[in-house]
């Protein structure tokens, strides 16, 4: 009883701070910037030779990282076939659908196809982890995705979804399914080893992947003709892009599940649409201004209601 009574303080407490919602939000901070620094700097680099250079900054980042908090942990033996194919899935098969995908089809169509990261993994949060949401939570990522679509369609004149849909379209598509079974199943290893030991280990196995995959490119390049805003946009994007966003998200995947964290990923074509403004000059229409309020109002919703399996599981984890 005296054990028990001593944590509801620090509960209360730290249940004030919504650590977890300021992670989230700081990833689309990051993601939302990134679109711009990535158009820039992709004028001097090749998308593949890009991700060969990003990677191993990030991976190094966060190995210094991992360092810092004592001994480089290792996984159990049962959980290395899943963290390493997680690792490819996460980072060399969803980075490579995704520049291949974005190269072949409308700025349009590829971002609301990217919008349906938070419904494929809510299916597979339910279906592998047997998670139960409630209405509201679901009501709340279908509200988002309406927001989503007033974003992007209101921005693109030319915008539409095409009636067979075409390469660019399916790879696209087939991106937002590995990056949400990715974000499925990483959310128990989170809750087992902590977030940063996953993502390091997840990034690190798809490094050499990546740097091989980019080689030529890079080989090819004249490095020096590189101006230095592009290479402050490869370590941006190395840096806080890949390693601290990823750390910040696989942290939300510990604290509150992943449906909810997929869920704020919507946030991110709102940022990216402000950073256009600021950065390029570009004027939003009424639609993509309604669609950020109907983004925030989805959000809303998905934090309003506990699953069965979310939060409260997590906290029994940790506090056994």
Known sequence: MVKTQSQDPRKQISSGIPWNDLALVTVCLIWGINFSVIKVSLVYFDPLAFNAVR????????????????????????HWLKIILLGILGNIVYQLLFIYGIDKT????????LATVPIWTILLATAINKETYGMGVWAG???????IFFVVSGGDKNFSLS?????????????????????VGSQNLTREYGALAVTTWTLCIATPGLVLAGAQSLWSMDLRSVPMLSWIGVTYAGVMAL???????????????APRTAAFSNLVP???????????GEIPSIAQLIGTVVILVGLW????????SGTVNVSKERNP
């Open 106 to 113: 409308l700025a349009g169509n590829s971002s609301l196809l």
């Open 55 to 78: 990677f191993p900054m990030a991976a190094l980042v966060l190995l210094a990282m991992l360092r810092l908090k004592g001994p480089i942990p290792m996984p159990k033996k049962k």
């Open 270 to 280: 709102v940022i990216a649409l402000l950073t256009a403004l600021v950065w390029l």
């Open 141 to 147: 990522i279908i509200i988002t995705l309406v927001g």
């Open 301 to 308: 919703l998905t934090r309003q209601e506990k699953s069965d």
């Open 163 to 183: 009636e067979n849909l075409p390469v660019g379209d399916l790879l696209v598509l087939l991106s937002a399914i590995t990056w949400a079974t990715y974000t």
């Open 243 to 257: 390693a601290i966003a990823y750390y910040f998200w696989n942290y939300s995947l510990e604290k509150i599940g």
